[in-house]
Nanobody
Framework: QVQLVESGGGLVHTGGSLRLSCAASLRTFSVCAVGWFRQAPGKAEREFVTAIKWSGGSTYYPDSVKGRFTISRDNAKNTVYLQMNSLKPEDTAVYYC?????????????????????WGQGTQVTVSS
């Protein structure tokens, strides 16, 4: 089982930027696709934010974050990053990273929460207006 730890959340003003990190405990992380989800206050469901292929060669973004968020990874450091620019109050949420534990699989826009077997504890992002 891969253990994931997110960091980098905080409070920013509208238009600001944050970079989240997701550090993994095992080297096998390098063959796992990774996704970021977020859960806004009062919302029961987590929203799929982005995903990156194990090799970093493919990424997916829904329209809500496309052009503002960028996912990347450094497999030598067992870490995935989420660069968030032009933040809006509606981006306020707890952000979770998650690993797809089936090696070399990548589902892009077809991912759902159930595809990810390991989850971090979450990091709070708050965007003030």
């Amino acid at each position: 089982q891969v253990q994931l730890v997110e960091s980098g959340g905080g409070l920013v003003h509208t238009g600001g930027s944050l970079r989240l990190s997701c550090a993994a405990s095992l080297r096998t992380f390098s063959v796992c696709a990774v996704g970021w989800f977020r859960q806004a206050p009062g919302k029961a469901e987590r929203e799929f934010v982005t995903a990156i292929k194990w090799s970093g060669g493919s990424t997916y973004y829904p329209d809500s974050v496309k052009g503002r968020f960028t996912i990347s990874r450094d497999n030598a450091k067992n870490t995935v990053y989420l660069q968030m620019n032009s933040l809006k109050p509606e981006d306020t949420a707890v952000y979770y990273c998650a690993a797809d534990l089936i090696p070399l699989r990548y589902k892009g826009s077809d991912y759902s929460q159930s595809d990810f077997g390991s989850w971090g504890q979450g990091t709070q992002v708050t965007v003030s207006s």
